[in-house]
């Protein structure tokens, strides 16, 4: 029986340890945070878990919120411009969105339960050596730390050197859900966007927004803003931002009600896209396979982070059951497994975070008049790799619309 | 609907064929000789299907001959030396040999009743590109021809510069079938294989006697001693070299029925293990995929060529069904979903013609003591994939047999 360890205890780290726990596979996981810190701490991200993701925790047995109570099931996009366009598109399973201080904690606690070994404590450049010795893999998903420097960026997939959005996003009171019950993608051209994504946090069910400023772009202060300075002026701007670039939205918010959920309940920051190689030898032999944020850190735009990184973490997982050594062909088979859907996820959102071609364009056009092809594309946010190959060329979109009966404009 | 232009109308070429066509997608298949001179020609091979391939007939309605009564079960190896080896593996899922001078034209047949264009005619290097200018995508899977030398040749797949075995095939009355019903793996150290296959042909059940002769070695002399000048010399000879090489086939040959079934029943001839690049842009933007001989030439040794080139078949065709375009994007997804099966039958086939290494001796030994790792061996020529990951190094070979409770020699 392998020993494994894993560097992180995020989504990825914690669904590789459960699904490893579940045929007795002992693990390690390695974390600077203890579950109580998490959950007491500062808003972690506003991240959808799509329906492949789900099925993988009802493998797991910690389906703890489900999706039929706490999901939802479509897209309701919203296009500004000269003449804005409005489509929804439906889902065939439904996502979810839970807080990550209440479901990281939870499934660390589950982890521990099914006899894995959590170890607290930051590991450093020193340590590595040591870890490693100790295992027969070391699987790294912290997107910082010692072992994430390991991996070399792969310029190929990281066309960025600078963030391409100047993130804010918060828990707010306020906001009366979409109907039907939707994450609502609104795009202000020019300035960026908002996701709109009903969320289940510590105060129940309550509105995420993530706004996804362009920087320089109208909405870009909303990343420097600082609440806790003059809580009134933060939301006062927040509001008057959502009325002037994202006004589905806004119809839906009472201004009376409107506020953050709590001081804690927002993040503001940046980052830049960013693939790296897929594994890494150790000193002393050990290979290092990189996974979630330490192999891809995808802007949270189209909430393919987590799902790739859960995606990575199950093909990783199966395939430390079913091979025999952990050696450069093993993880060169992983790099290949799992390169469809964690790469297409890099790819089409970089494609998105740039300013979008013609034939992005005539695909939102043609969704707003063809309700099949804006429901194929919103059941693609679970299946990135076919998204990616709809949306990486022109001549392919058009061949995707003729398939619905349309004609790319 | 894309039209699919094919080269080559054997295994690969009529499987991609015919799924196509299930699909009512325009399909022509091009190839230099009509189904009746296949019909009447020379043995071409004596290549056994395994189950996935039988699966995939089963799945076209081409199962004409049911493996129940055409197929067989079982492997059984002799491994001379001073100790000789002989132990069985069993297929937990049958296979068999069907002569491909019946399997073939029947096939083309049904290709045809089926919608499928074949046109016959060797084509040229001047007619690449008017081929390439009437489809959306040109799948190559002759081994010789014009398009085939599209494809570069892949050092780092193609160890071999010259033939590792000197070959010599042919059907025979005279031998009763082993029992339980099964291909006899007879190894002579140092001068190379006998592959015992029951084959159906025009003659009904006979026997193939796969000679797989290392050059210079004393068997060598089969792959050149010509039939039609001395029919008894050969028949002589042959008899007396499985009476000192491969024992165990000749305790079950009748000399006085000993006899090649008819003199176009042989072939003769080398080939030197080749792995070429997956796919090349043809004048005019087409693209062409290698699939089958022109993208692996791998040696009879392990039967795995006809199997992989339906594999590479099927994985084209559903990529074709479900993709959006034919451009690079599609060739590099195909590339990455069939190198698992074929990188690996050819890798375990390159292995497993070089002097053995170490691990390989013991893995032999092993599976001479433990039936449940000769099993899996076996069940394994259906997955060469899972194979190559037994054997590729002596560290895998020793968690295999640990898996299955032996040490590794």
Redesign the interface.
């Given at each position: 029986m392998p020993n494994i360890g894993i560097v992180g205890a995020g989504v990825a780290g914690l669904h590789l340890g459960l699904l490893l726990r579940k045929h007795d596979v002992p693990v390690t996981i390695y974390t600077d945070k203890t579950p109580q810190q998490i959950a007491a701490g500062r808003l972690l991200n506003s991240v959808a878990h799509h329906a492949p993701t789900l099925e993988r925790e009802r493998h797991l047995g910690v389906d703890f919120w489900p999706v039929e109570e706490y999901g939802y099931t479509c897209h309701h996009h919203y296009v500004g411009g000269s003449g804005p366009l409005r489509f929804r598109g439906d889902f065939s399973r439904g996502s979810s969105a839970i807080d990550y201080r209440l479901y990281l904690p939870k499934l660390t606690e589950v982890f521990q339960q099914r006899g894995g070994d959590l170890r607290i404590g930051a590991l450093r450049t020193e340590d590595v050596e040591g870890v490693a010795g100790q295992h027969d893999l070391v699987v790294v998903s912290a997107g910082r730390g010692a072992f994430t420097s390991l991996f070399p960026r792969r310029p190929e997939y990281s066309p960025f050197e600078a963030p391409q959005r100047r993130l804010c996003v918060g828990l707010y009171h306020g906001v009366t859900p979409s109907e039907p019950k939707g994450v609502t993608i609104s795009m202000s051209p020019g300035h960026g966007e908002l996701l709109e994504i009903p969320m289940f946090s510590r105060e129940g069910h309550v509105t995420a927004l993530l706004f996804e400023n362009i920087p320089g772009g109208d909405l870009a202060i909303l990343a420097d803003l600082k609440y806790d300075d003059d809580p009134a002026l933060f939301t006062k701007t927040v509001l008057s931002k959502v009325a002037q670039h994202h006004p589905d939205t806004f119809e839906r918010i009472d201004p009376a009600q409107f506020r953050l959920t709590s001081p804690q309940d927002l993040l503001q920051g940046a980052l830049v896209p960013t693939v790296r190689a897929d594994y890494a030898e150790l000193p002393g032999g050990t290979f290092a396979l990189a996974a979630g944020d330490a192999h891809a850190v995808v802007d949270p735009l189209l909430g393919q982070g987590a799902n790739s990184a859960s995606h990575s973490a199950w093909v990783i997982g199966r395939a430390i059951l079913d091979?025999?050594?952990f050696?450069e062909?093993f993880c060169q088979?992983v790099a290949?497994l799992r390169?469809?859907v964690v790469l297409s996820a890099a790819q089409w959102t970089n494609l998105m975070l740039q300013p979008p071609p013609a034939h992005l364009l005539g695909l939102m056009g043609a969704m707003n008049e063809n309700k099949a092809a804006a429901d194929e594309f919103t059941d693609n946010f679970d299946y990135p790799d076919r998204q990616w190959?709809?949306v990486?060329?022109a001549?392919?979109t058009r061949?995707?619309l003729a398939?619905h009966g349309t004609v790319l404009p």
């Open positions: 091979d025999l050594g050696d062909m088979r290949k390169s469809d190959r709809i990486a060329t001549d392919r061949a995707f398939k």
